[in-house]
């Protein structure tokens, strides 16, 4: 069992990732995703939607203070833990144990509130993994009671050892469907697109938070080949105010919600995104270079931070840098073949696949071990759970002790993360 939570549509994207990579791993497996709100009803969905897009879109300020009280504030953590965790338990509670499932899997920080708090109760007695779709994990993922984390990213493995020490944490790599991790078979024609252009694709997510205008303006002024391919989600205000845009600028192409856009990512030149989420995921692996600009209050500029320091995204903070970056890369064919190269050894190191056989032969406090109803997992796999007593763990307690330098990943804590982020 999968559990989400429809806050946009990354978490739900991954949930999908993640199932399709169980079922190949495990051919056969029964698969259920739950929508984490529709179960708890009462409109919670649309009102946490609404407070989201709020905060991020309108109030960023405030949802920077929210993100540092979570890192910080044991008792705001003791809310979600405890008070939503608990709202969250009640309405899960019956859907698990109708389904019955040999593992709980979740993708969203509130779902994972419940399930942590079904699991201390011992209502819940199978292992709870939780899957983080943020590139740099924060509080607001952590709960007692999950036996297991998943990263995307080695710096994110070293703070989940911050964060919860205790348990262990797995490094997965992006969390994008099978068609973002092979080369697409992908024709620009489909998307009237001419052969020879720069193309940009430029997405903020599905409900187009951040300065989208902003990022497609500048785009624009980048080079005279550049097109621009505009993604507004679900927002139809962002996609008539571009429309309006685009009768005067004829290399702008504005789209809605795009279904499959493994296709359309794999045509592009390069990715302006504002998450580090999913989108900023589907880029790296996929190959494209990947330009945030103006990253989200909270785990979006905690994300970029990440990513940078990875040396796969450059962060632009204007409209000017956006446009002097994508300059560069439009104009340099060395620049721009050196960033799709460094894409894609990141996406290339970890595998999703990884999850499954991790979860058949990793560490488990439930009553039955993970992989004993599901075909039998490879006996060879490079799925190494980082845990409290692993060599990564060790080493970085002896540099310290030392009295040695940190390392990039040992600076990206908690601490670091809010550094970055102020």
């Known amino acids: 069992m ?10 739900q994207s991954a949930a999908h990732a993640v199932a399709e990579s169980l079922e190949s791993v495990w051919p056969g497996c029964r698969i259920e995703i739950v929508e984490s709100f529709a179960a708890v009803g009462v409109g919670s969905g649309p009102i946490l939607r609404w407070l989201y897009r709020v905060a991020v879109g309108s109030t960023p300020g405030l949802q920077q203070l929210w993100y540092r009280a979570v890192s910080r504030c044991s008792a705001v953590r003791w809310f979600y833990g405890r008070v939503v965790g608990g709202w969250v338990a009640r309405a899960l509670a019956p859907r698990i144990a109708a389904g019955d499932p040999d593992a709980v899997l979740s993708t969203y920080p509130l779902a994972t509130a419940g399930l942590a708090r079904l699991r201390r109760a011992g209502t819940l007695t199978v292992p709870v993994t939780a899957v983080l779709c943020d590139v740099a994990p924060h509080a607001f993922w952590v709960y007692d009671g999950v036996d297991h984390y998943v990263v995307v990213d080695d710096e994110g493995a070293e703070r989940m050892l911050d964060l919860a020490p205790d348990q262990p944490v797995t490094v997965v790599g992006p969390l994008v469907r099978r068609a973002f991790r092979t080369t697409p078979a992908a024709s620009r024609e489909q998307w009237d697109l001419p052969a020879d252009a720069f193309v940009v694709l430029v997405s903020a997510g599905s409900m187009a938070l951040g300065g989208l205008t902003e990022a497609v303006t500048a785009a624009l002024a980048s080079d005279e080949r550049c097109i621009v391919v505009a993604l507004c989600g679900r927002d139809h205000r962002t996609r008539l105010r571009l429309e309006r845009l685009a009768r005067s600028a004829p290399r702008l ?15 592009a030149d390069v990715v302006v995104n504002n998450s580090g989420g999913v989108t900023a995921q589907e880029a790296l692996a996929c190959g494209r270079p990947l330009v945030m600009f103006r990253p989200l209050a909270g785990h979006g500029r905690d994300s970029a931070a990440v990513l940078a320091r990875s040396g796969v995204a450059e962060c632009c903070a204007s409209p ?53 109803q599901h075909h ?28 040695a330098a940190p390392t990039p990943a040992e600076n990206s804590g908690p601490a670091a993360g809010r550094s970055a982020d102020a």
């Open 2 to 11: 999968i559990v989400s939570g429809n806050i946009g549509e990354g978490h």
């Open 253 to 267: 192409r504005v789209l809605g919600w795009v279904d499959e856009p493994a296709a359309l990512t794999a045509v």
């Open 320 to 372: 000017r840098c956006l446009t002097r970056v994508l300059r560069s890369l439009a104009r340099d064919p060395a620049v721009s073949a050196a960033a799709q190269s460094r894409a894609t050894r990141y996406a290339a190191r970890h595998d999703l696949d990884e999850l499954a056989r991790t979860l058949a032969v990793g560490p488990s406090r439930g009553s039955r071990r993970l992989g004993h």
């Open 376 to 403: 039998a997992a490879p006996a060879a796999t490079t799925a190494t759970p980082v845990a409290a007593g692993s060599p990564l763990a060790p080493d970085r307690a002896r540099r310290r002790a030392e009295g």
